[in-house]
């Protein structure tokens, strides 16, 4: 077990807002969260799933919808607790330990604070080692792993359990709860065994995303590129630098679709890329071609800093640079790919591995 | 206690059928299910509320949704045995009598199908003394008694339990479930006991609904004029007597909406009214002017031979005599104007009662 300082937290936020792909929501008010439960219970505890029984029963909290109002309402803790007591309700089993569903801005930690408050340790992985948008797309589902029973509650007191046949299932009745909330409600769900887990989670992404926000922030410090910090982190790639010149985005069935046009500066002058995203980013484009896709990550980062902008926040003007990352290998495979790949999102490509397509500079 | 053969199952369903106001779906379906249970199980069981104790609890089955799918799946025993072990499940507490949750097609005869297979008795009585299209149109709102928890399935397996602050948003989380199970869903919800029901619940309604179906089949047989004997036995009124020229429906947000044209013949020669429905009739318009508003009932029947028509199934050419039934006491407080009224379903005027504004011809 380790414990988890606000230094820690802040740099697993600013980590995970990079493989939050430009979803999960304004990690800043994550990171609050967090660190006022560091302030309340003391330090965090991030334990690997070796120090846990096989037999412990973990569950993932998170937030479901459109992250534009995730700008509002902070830290869902209402939200939270109902979802918790309905859930607790179904099950009838003693949850011992809690997981991120996914790395990706709040999602990846508010779990800190609800375990915090719960007296609980995280788990040192996720359901995605990504951000996604949907409740299906997580790789439990790959290895069966159901979402079921997944609680999603309001701050008013509404409960609603979604007792689904598979996790497609859970998303579909998930989501249009969250809707009637108001585009965002508080979840709980995924209740897999330790065991289970070491199979079909991702380990280790907390860590992952903490080396992430470390090597940012040591670039800010020591005035070095914050881009390269990340691309040899993450064995990522730098697509393309510029600034942005359009973004288009609407709310649509309870996600922020949209995307982003940018314009090359630099090395990158005359050229341009479309950023399309449904929460997350889904697809690059260059002359109507698509160079990265999901299942990888793209992520757009400030190119002075090295900070990662969620799509609510990208604006006309914004020095910009793109990243390509390399996925979980979980992804990759054959189910991993029709799971969550370019089709799923109504790209009709193969997808092709970011490391295929590009070299490193 | 009374036992109910085939005769008395075919009464309530056409009586219901009135009470139902042109919703509730094909009240044909329905009898079906209940006459195969018939078959099965031996007579049906109704109980008066006098006979059961006060801590007995009772819960309501009902189908939710668009009646136009009704036409294709008949007894939705799959959904509701899903949801029935869903409910159990949350409630942890034997359930111990059936109560339908309106009167009015499918609603008030399936539950003497799942009494049947639940060797339970059903309570003579429901909890509208009529049909309405939205899970908070019941009188136990106006008493505080509560839809949740309420669960909703489909016959693949699915189910949601929605555990609503109040039953307002047991509707908003209860329909858009079913919207996505394909706009219909089998449900439980509404858990009161008995020594509730006593004060919330419309008493003896099934036995009044009989009494209508009686009337009609009587009339049949004895060649006398069934849209009479209809208005003698509710206290109702002949509105108008005329043929549909024109029905305009579409389902929208789970709802059947629509409304029937209807130009007048014999004595209402020169006349033409109009009948707007969601799931249920809401208004009769004549030239411009709300003549009979919910909560009064208004049905159309067949006027040769009675039968009440739902909407679904009326068309063009249909002989029909339109007739305004006085709604039970309760929904004619102050309470119950709000909750079930003209206002709610975005009409703008005082509610009249019929008798009000009709004398008996």
């Known amino acids: 077990m380790r414990l988890l300082q606000a230094q820690e937290i ?7 807002a990079v493989l939050g792909t430009g979803g999960g929501g304004d990690p800043y008010l994550g990171k609050l969260a967090a660190l006022q439960a560091i302030k309340k219970y003391g330090p965090l505890q991030l334990v690997e799933i070796d120090e846990l029984n096989d037999d412990d029963l973990s569950v993932c909290p998170f937030g479901i919808g459109s992250p534009v109002p995730f700008l509002e309402r902070i830290t869902l803790d209402k939200e939270l607790a109902v979802a918790y007591k309905a859930m607790q309700r179904w099950m009838g089993r003693r949850v011992t330990a809690i997981l991120s569903v996914e790395i990706g ?28 948008p949907e409740a299906q797309l997580v790789t439990f589902t790959l290895y069966g792993h159901s979402a079921a029973p997944m609680a999603v509650a309001d701050a008013r007191g509404n409960a609603v359990v ?8 859970a998303e579909r009745l ?16 995924y209740p897999i065994t330790v065991g289970d887990l070491k199979e079909c989670a991702v380990l280790g992404s907390v860590t992952y995303a903490e080396h992430i926000g470390t090597a940012i922030r040591q670039a800010q410090k020591e005035h070095t590129d914050p881009i390269d910090a990340v691309t040899k982190v993450t064995n990522g790639f730098r697509l393309f630098d510029g600034r942005i010149i359009d973004v288009k985005r ?41 160079i990265v896709s999901v ?25 910009v640079s793109v990243l390509g990352i390399p996925c979980d290998e979980k992804w990759r495979t054959q189910a991993g790919i029709e799971l969550g790949g370019p089709r799923h999102f109504g790209y009709d490509i193969d997808f092709v591995p ?4 590009f070299s490193r500079s």
Chains 1, 2 share one sequence.
């Open 10 to 16: 802040e740099d697993i936020a600013a980590g995970s």
């Open 105 to 132: 801005g709040m999602n990846s930690v508010i779990p800190f604070a609800v375990a915090a408050e719960m007296g609980l340790p995280v788990i040192d992985g996720d359901g995605m080692g990504r951000a996604y």
């Open 162 to 169: 979604v007792n689904s046949i598979d996790n497609f299932w």
């Open 174 to 189: 998930g989501r249009p709860a969250a809707i009637e909330f108001g585009a965002i409600a508080g979840g709980f769900g």
């Open 250 to 290: 609407k709310t649509e069935r309870g996600w922020a679709l949209g995307e982003t046009v940018i314009e090359g500066l630099d090395g990158y002058g005359g050229r341009q890329v479309i950023v399309r995203f449904q929460n997350e980013h889904l697809v690059v484009i260059e002359n109507d071609e698509i």
């Open 295 to 319: 299942p990888d990550l793209i992520a757009i980062l400030d190119t002075e800093r090295g900070d990662p902008i969620t799509t609510e926040h990208l604006r006309y003007g914004f020095r």
């Open 354 to 357: 970011v490391e295929e397509r």
